[in-house]
């Protein structure tokens, strides 16, 4: 069993960065890829930002290409999101997941866990 717990959301204007942290409990997080999905009001959950267990592959959406980077601890069991430049459309409810295969996070496909969220807002 995985518990995600993520923190770091809030209201910025756009232009602004923020950091989002995912804290995972277990001590297999070494052993499940992890990612950042986003959830905009009236729209559907999709993939922003995915890494390997290692962290040695990292997948972006193209949206946020350029502009977030995702990292992980896999000491202090954490994740993490630093978003740069922040844009109106980056408004979301930010998701952090676990599974144990790279591709069913791509796919998000039968996701092992989920976090229950942080809400992101950027004003323009």
């Known amino acids: 069993q995985v518990q995600l717990v993520e923190s770091g959301g809030g209201l910025v204007q756009a232009g602004d960065s923020l950091s989002l942290s995912c804290a995972a409990s277990g001590r297999t997080f070494s052993t499940y890829a992890m990612g950042w999905f986003r959830q905009a009001p009236g729209k559907e959950r999709k993939f922003v930002a995915l890494?390997?267990?290692?962290?040695?592959?990292?997948l972006y959406a193209d949206p946020v290409k350029g502009r977030f980077t995702i990292s992980r601890d896999n000491v202090k069991n954490t994740v993490n999101l630093q978003m740069n430049n922040l844009r109106p459309e980056d408004t979301a409810v930010y998701y952090c997941?676990?599974?144990?295969?790279?591709?069913?996070?791509?796919?998000?496909?039968?996701?092992?866990?989920w976090g229950k969220g942080t809400l992101v807002t950027v004003s323009s």
């Open positions: 890494i390997t267990e290692s962290g040695g592959v990292k």
């Open positions: 997941a676990a599974d144990r295969s790279f591709g069913d996070l791509v796919r998000a496909l039968g996701v092992e866990y």
